[in-house]
């Protein structure tokens, strides 16, 4: 999952975002494997609208911690430092070569590249890879229901104390072979293995989150510095071994700023004292003029593979009934919705986002989503429903847009006959709040950022029925279709079909997609576009942003 | 303080021999509170602000007639991709990156709009409502309890007094902004009993409670200086019960104090409205307040101020006028206070 959270207490975190760090120290220690071209020294400054969740990379799940992580803890795949969907491609990062997989597609097996050392000067051992698989399980790692636990034989055990490893995966430090069996085969195991909480970590590290403390990795950056929720600082591992694909870094100190105020962050960019805009923040509007004027040159749109949508759930009135659900599909006003997003949304309708595989070229099944909307059709349906006046409780963020758009999205249910009122909950909490099955959440704000590009991430996750989970369930819908859950399951565990030949899938996941929207499971909105935004200082010549995790920072470089 | 019901001796102890004068030229049989009316009535400048505050109530109670034969929007309709006539111009309400109009002087968006295209002026109204009628419910509860609490304790004293007192202490103990966002924020989900979380007097409970001490603990100083006064000991040899003494014999004298504290803490009660509103632990969306209007134009100031300068100035003027007010009637409630009164 990578959902993008802002902390609740905005004034508070204002207050704090006034401690200022020391930015403009340089270490000494420059990495002999820095790039010859531009200035392998210097420090640079990246701001965030919200803090990670936390830096432990077995802990971890949104985007600002992935961000931070990357360049600190490489996993033994990862992805090719190119701009846009070439960068989604795995590629070798610990291992030495793309992994063995048996027949069955239940058997992974390949090989730790030699002389690597952690950022202490430790030497890495293949079998450190274990340790950090059940470090995973053990704090848990909120994403290891999901890409681990299930995955992996044995990691249930582990997990439930009946064993004391995962029986699963067998490692050899003489020959630094792992191998690892899979309780089915999954087709985007590969990808699994690109997660931060599969990158090794020394024994002995403690089983609980380290966010203020992280543990070393082998990455070409270190984490020097941690005031929580106020800022990090990283700084180049001296003990980095090139890995090829992986580049070595430019600046000698990354520095990152925490503050909600992203109105301040975005005007220190614009007058250069932070070098970086976070790509998960919103401009706010009444900068985006300034902005397109004065720096046009360093700012543009990139695309990512996001999709944001309103969670109706199937089990509660009135989204039981699909004329309900229909309703508000067919009368939501999604260029609307844009414009609270500063136009940083393309409308429309289907589910996976348009840079996925399978997201249907056909036009949606209930009206254009560049329309407005159509709020008498939609209020006929209402009534048809039966539903018309039930009480619905909405749930949202407080951080801006996503309180915006719920703001929205409640004048528009009851302009159609439902009677809403608003629930807005700190950000922090609100994914687990709706996450818990006993709330029963009605309806409410809902967003995905890909984990990884293939369409079992959003399909596994949010849709399938073995999905909802009592805590920290991401299917808000509750959708629980046999159509879904076997085409689902069907496509996302063929071992054949990785990510790289997911072409061959694609019409089957566009069925599927499309017979999603026809059901009216999900009232998606848009899909989301991101801010690039830098300071001059920034040659963005050399800048790579992944749509996975955002920014490289070892590709952050001065002019 | 006025003393209704004590007796000329208590008067003359220990008052200043100017107030003795000020009193010897009273008309016979004047009461104290039409003698601070009078003290009032010749403070211009309070009563100029009392006046201003009257208005932005009666405006704020009018908020309905505006909405529906002025503006002709609710306070939480959308108009995002509407457009209006500007100087005979087609404007969208809210432009495609999402910057809202100003104020465009007209019966629509008179004050302009905000990011979701909800006209202003309405909300300014619907805003000011709902901050005045959780300032005052609150205004209610802290003055309630503070009384009952503060006589209960000076009164009886010993265990009660130290069991009551340890209570406003724990509540005190915490900084008023910390402790309204803790509670704002958890009720906010829970609601408190029948309440539900979004209605308005959640934040007006929560303000009225963390208020509680800053007002009981000087009306038990006081209650606690009356008790061994001799008309109490009069009124226990008469056989009055304590509940009676209480209400009859202490209530009355400490009336004026609980009055000079009401325009006060309607103030900080507003005030503190705003501050959880801003925060998300008042009163919540769509529901507006001028705390909630300014927090929702913060992200706009550079290019659209006047989303938080329309809701901050009337959150200004009514807070200034009430306490410039509120000193006015404090002063005149004052037996100290040198206002000359005519014959």
Request: proline letters at 8%; one cysteine or more; aromatic letters at 10%.
């Amino acid at each position: 999952m990578r959902k993008h959270p802002r902390s609740a207490l905005t004034l508070a975190l204002a207050a704090v975002s006034v401690i200022v760090l020391a930015a403009c120290g340089s270490s000494s220690k420059s990495s002999s494997s820095s790039p010859a071209t531009g200035k392998a020294s210097g420090s640079i400054t990246i701001t965030y609208g919200t803090a990670p969740d936390t830096l432990d990379p077995d802990a971890f799940q949104t985007t600002q911690a992935g961000e931070a992580d990357q360049p600190v803890y490489i996993p033994p795949y990862t992805y090719a430092e190119t701009n846009g969907i070439a960068g989604t491609q795995i590629i070798p990062g610990l291992a030495t070569a793309l992994p063995q997989i048996s027949a069955d597609g239940k058997t992974y097996t390949f090989f730790f590249r030699k002389g690597l050392r952690y950022s202490t000067g430790q030497p890495v051992h293949t079998s450190d890879f274990l340790t950090a698989v059940e470090r995973s399980i053990k704090i848990p790692w909120p994403l290891g229901s999901a890409f681990l636990v299930p995955l992996i034989v044995g990691a249930k055990d582990y997990e439930s104390g009946k064993s004391n490893t995962v029986s699963g995966i067998t490692t050899n430090d003489a020959t630094g072979q792992v191998t690892i069996h899979l309780t089915a085969p999954y087709g985007a195991f590969e990808n699994a293995l690109a997660f931060q909480a599969y990158s090794p970590l020394p024994k002995g590290t403690p089983m609980k989150d380290l966010s203020s403390n992280p543990p070393p990795g082998v990455g070409p950056y270190k984490f020097s510095s941690v005031v929580p929720n106020v800022s990090y600082t990283e700084v180049k591992n001296p003990y980095w071994t090139p890995i090829p694909g992986i580049q070595s870094g430019y600046a000698n100190q990354i520095v990152a700023k925490i503050s909600s105020n992203t109105t301040a962050s975005a005007l220190s960019v614009l007058n250069n004292s932070n070098d970086v805009f976070d790509w998960a923040d919103t401009i706010p509007p009444s900068l985006l003029p300034q902005i397109q004027s004065q720096a046009s040159d360093r700012y543009q749109k990139l695309k990512l593979n996001s999709t944001y949508y309103f969670f109706m759930n199937q089990k509660a009135k009135p989204f039981s009934s699909m004329l309900a659900r229909e309703a508000v599909i067919v009368g939501l006003n999604r260029p609307a919705l844009a414009r609270l997003g500063s136009g940083f949304f393309t409308p429309g309708c289907f589910f996976l986002p348009p840079l996925m595989v399978g997201h249907p070229p056909s036009s949606c099944p209930f009206g254009d989503p560049n329309s407005t909307g159509d709020i008498a059709k939609a209020k006929m349906l209402v009534q048809q429903s039966g539903m018309a006046g039930q009480p619905v409780t909405v749930w949202g963020e407080e951080r801006s847009p996503r309180r915006q758009f719920v703001d929205y999205y409640t004048s528009f249910l009851n302009q159609i006959g439902f009677k809403a009122t608003e629930k807005i909950i700190a950000d922090a909490t609100y994914f687990p709040t709706v996450g818990n099955l006993k709330l029963n959440a009605q309806t409410g704000f809902d967003d995905y950022n890909q984990d990884f590009p293939n369409p079992i991430d959003f399909y596994g996750l949010l849709l399938a029925g073995d999905a909802i989970t009592p805590t920290g369930n991401l299917n808000h819908s509750q959708v629980n279709d046999p159509v879904i859950n076997s085409k689902a399951n069907q496509l996302g565990t063929l071992f054949k079909l990785p990510t790289s030949s997911l072409g061959s899938a694609s019409s089957q996941w566009t069925t599927l997609d499309e017979y999603t929207a026809a059901k009216a499971y999900e009232a998606v909105f848009g899909y989301l576009e991101a801010p690039e935004f830098v300071s001059n200082r920034i040659d963005q010549s050399a800048l790579v942003f992944q749509p996975i995790n955002g920014y490289w920072y070892n590709t952050f470089k001065l002019k | 303080m006025a003393v209704g019901g004590s007796t000329g001796t208590e008067l003359s102890a220990g008052v200043p021999a100017e107030l003795l004068v000020e009193a010897a030229e009273l008309p016979a049989g004047i009461g104290p509170y039409r003698l601070a009316w009078r003290r009032l009535s010749r403070n211009h400048g309070a009563l100029f602000f009392g006046v201003i505050f009257l208005v932005i109530v009666v405006l704020c109670l009018l908020a309905p007639v505006y909405s529906s034969d002025i503006a002709h929007t609710g306070p939480n309709d959308n108009h995002i991709t509407e457009q209006i006539k500007i100087g005979g111009k087609l404007t969208y309400v809210v432009s495609t990156i999402g910057l809202p109009i100003g104020p465009t002087w007209h019966s629509k968006f008179f004050l302009g709009a905000d990011p979701n295209g909800r006209d202003i002026a309405v909300r300014l109204l619907y805003g000011g409502r709902n901050s005045l009628e959780v300032g005052a419910v609150a205004t209610l509860i802290t003055i309630v309890l503070a009384a009952i609490i503060g006589i209960a304790a000076g009164y009886f004293r010993g265990w009660t007094d130290g069991l009551l007192m340890r209570a406003l202490d724990v509540i005190w103990a915490f900084p008023v902004y910390i402790l309204g966002v803790a509670l704002g924020v958890s009720l906010a989900i829970s609601g408190i009993g029948p309440l539900r979380g979004n209605s308005l007097m959640v934040p007006a409970f929560v303000i009225g409670v963390v208020f509680v001490p800053y007002v009981a603990k000087p009306i038990r100083g006081q209650v606690l200086g009356l008790r061994e006064r001799e008309f109490i000991d009069a009124a226990r040899v008469q056989g009055l019960s304590h509940v009676r003494i209480m209400a009859s014999e202490i209530f009355p004298n400490i009336a004026s104090t609980i009055i000079v504290f009401i325009p006060l803490m309607l103030a900080n009660s507003i005030l503190l409205e705003a501050g959880l509103s801003y925060l998300g632990a008042g009163v919540q969306p769509p529901n507006p307040s001028w705390g909630t209007m300014i927090a929702d134009g913060v992200a706009n100031i550079p290019a659209a101020i006047h989303l938080v300068l329309v809701p901050g100035i009337m959150l200004v003027i009514a807070v200034l006028s009430i306490n410039v007010f509120g000193d006015g009637v404090r002063d005149a409630l004052d037996p100290r206070a040198k206002v000359r009164i005519a014959r």
